[in-house]
């Protein structure tokens, strides 16, 4: 059975930075193409950044283009979302996700996952 947890949320102040972590299992992890999703109080989830299975391929939603910084260790299974200059805009429950279908390149809608985490919480104050 596929599991993903996340990590490393918490609470900031703005400008600042957190890491958050995506730890799978359950499946060879480095055969599948991942994503961060967002959703915010109120708001429906929404694409924050994917990468491809081999994490050659990356892809941003405006918003976050030059701020966040999608990763991965294969060897540890783990997904990586390194988070600078944070807004309070960014406050929101962060989900990771993986697909079903092995390989791929970068998936952006919410309907191309399969598997997803519980969520962190990021809270940014102003």
């Known amino acids: 059975q596929v599991q993903l947890v996340e990590s490393g949320g918490g609470l900031v102040q703005a400008g600042g930075s957190l890491r958050l972590s995506c730890a799978g299992s359950?499946?060879?992890?480095?055969?599948?193409?991942m994503g961060w999703f967002r959703q915010a109080p109120g708001k429906v989830r929404q694409f924050v950044t994917a990468?491809?299975?081999?994490?050659?391929?990356?892809t941003y939603a405006d918003s976050v283009k030059g701020r966040f910084t999608i990763s991965r260790d294969n060897t540890k299974h783990t997904m990586y979302l390194q988070m600078n200059s944070l807004k309070p805009e960014d406050t929101a429950v962060y989900y990771c996700?993986?697909?079903?279908?092995?390989?791929?390149?970068?998936?952006?809608?919410?309907?191309?996952?399969?598997?997803w985490g519980q969520g962190t919480q990021v809270t940014v104050s102003s």
């Open positions: 990468s491809s299975w081999n994490g050659r391929s990356t």
């Open positions: 359950g499946r060879t992890f480095s055969s599948y193409a």
């Open positions: 996700a993986t697909r079903s279908a092995g390989y791929g390149d970068v998936y952006y809608r919410l309907e191309d996952y399969d598997y």
